[in-house]
């Protein structure tokens, strides 16, 4: 079993900026791929950015077309902790933010609020 705890949300305008955090537990984090993604109101959860290990102590980060070059992914395996920090936000940014792990099992934890204002 793992858990989840996503923090850093809040109310920025457009153009700000800000750090969501996901502690985990678990004994094996660096094993885990971990993801960011979010739902919009009326819309569909979209994949937003992910960190998977690619080697060694390498993993390899994708994100989605509309956050390239104002999202990055990193993590801590020592904190058990992934992060994102979001730059430029936009508007259309607002949404619940999940981080998820994918250890076997896709775990989710329960979201934090971003709100761009105009």
């Known amino acids: 079993q793992v858990q989840l705890v996503e923090s850093g949300g809040g109310l920025v305008q457009a153009g700000g900026s800000l750090r969501l955090s996901c502690a985990a537990s678990?004994?094996?984090?660096?094993?885990?791929?971990m993801e960011w993604h979010r739902q919009a109101p009326g819309k569909e959860r979209e994949f937003v950015a992910g960190?998977?290990?690619?080697?060694?102590?390498?993993?390899?980060?994708d994100y989605a077309d509309s956050v390239k070059g104002r999202f990055t992914i990193s993590r801590d395996n020592a904190k058990n902790s992934v992060y994102m920090q979001m730059n430029s936000l936009k508007p259309e940014d607002t949404a619940i933010y999940y981080c998820?792990?994918?250890?076997?099992?896709?775990?989710w934890g329960q979201g934090t609020q971003v709100t761009v204002s105009s």
């Open positions: 960190s998977r290990w690619s080697g060694g102590r390498t993993y390899h980060a």
């Open positions: 678990g004994r094996t984090f660096s094993n885990y791929a």
């Open positions: 998820n792990a994918r250890a076997g099992i896709v775990y």
